[in-house]
């Protein structure tokens, strides 16, 4: 197993500047290539029932922590566009022209980003339970509004991701830019999603997660090739249905 990991310890650089990501690479170094992107207060390890299923299928897995989770620097600005940068910058520094890519959640969106705006990169496309950013002000304005009356969930999120901040994991920053982030308006994204050529499965958490299944069979049916998959174990698939998910990841990635 490779690590990679940032030479240059501490704060992040201007927002432009893309960070070194901490990445474990593991399996066959001749097999196809995935990239694994963790959700919002999770780290690579979060990966590790999944890329112990890939690897006897001759998969090579790129698994990064992302800025300000896990091994990865801390920074300055956690908006969607940097930790983009960070990502393509993983790719670039590996070689990897064309990758398949998993996502959850946060992860999930910037695999969404990659695939819509470097199409040829990737090959195949797995998005679990990502909540896709309001069409237009009008519904960014109505999820704001719900959340306000609800708060529940967002308190649910601070008090998960409690002790991988008291372990170092999580710099508590990253929590709230990237909450806003999902939140805000961008109907420029359901617009690329035409532009997606990828074979795509994204996978719903059912009835048990807060993300609609609805709206994510929207999101699957905007994309040339995409489906969904619905299974019923809440927001974090991969953990609560870990054998099911694994099993239908590595098919679908065969």
């Known amino acids: 197993m490779l690590r990679d990991a940032d030479q240059t310890s501490g704060q992040g650089a201007a927002d432009e500047t893309p960070l070194v990501l901490d990445c474990r690479v593991t399996g066959d170094p001749a097999g196809g290539p995935v990239v694994l992107l963790h959700a919002l207060g999770d780290t690579g390890r979060s990966w590790d029932r999944l890329v112990a299923a890939l690897a006897?299928?001759?998969?090579r897995s790129f698994v990064p922590d992302l800025r300000g989770h896990g091994r990865s620097p801390r920074a300055d600005a956690y908006t969607f566009e940097s930790m983009y940068r960070d990502v393509m910058h993983l790719l670039d520094r590996h070689r990897l022209d064309r990758v398949d890519l998993v996502g959850h959640s946060m992860g999930g969106h910037l695999a969404w980003l990659v695939a819509q705006r470097h199409p040829?990169?990737?090959?195949?496309?797995?998005?679990?339970?990502?909540?896709?950013?309001?069409?237009d002000t009008a519904a960014e304005a109505e999820l704001r509004a719900r959340s306000t009356d609800d708060p529940a969930p967002v308190i649910s999120?601070?008090?998960?991701?409690?002790?991988?901040?008291?372990?170092?994991?999580l710099d508590s920053a990253a929590v709230r830019p990237v909450i806003d982030g999902l939140r805000r308006a961008d109907p420029g994204w359901w617009r690329r999603l035409g532009e997606v050529t990828a074979e795509t499965l994204v996978i719903s958490g059912g009835l048990s997660s807060p993300v609609p299944?609805?709206?994510?069979?929207?999101?699957?049916?905007a994309v040339p090739r995409g489906r969904l998959l619905a299974i019923d174990a809440g927001h974090y698939v991969h953990r609560t249905e870990s054998e099911r998910f694994c099993a239908e990841v590595t098919r679908f990635l065969a």
């Open 213 to 221: 299944r609805s709206l994510l069979a929207e999101v699957a049916g």
């Open 56 to 59: 006897p299928r001759g998969h």
């Open 120 to 135: 040829s990169r990737v090959r195949r496309l797995v998005v679990e339970d990502t909540p896709p950013p309001p069409r």
């Open 157 to 169: 999120l601070y008090r998960e991701f409690r002790e991988l901040r008291r372990a170092g994991g």
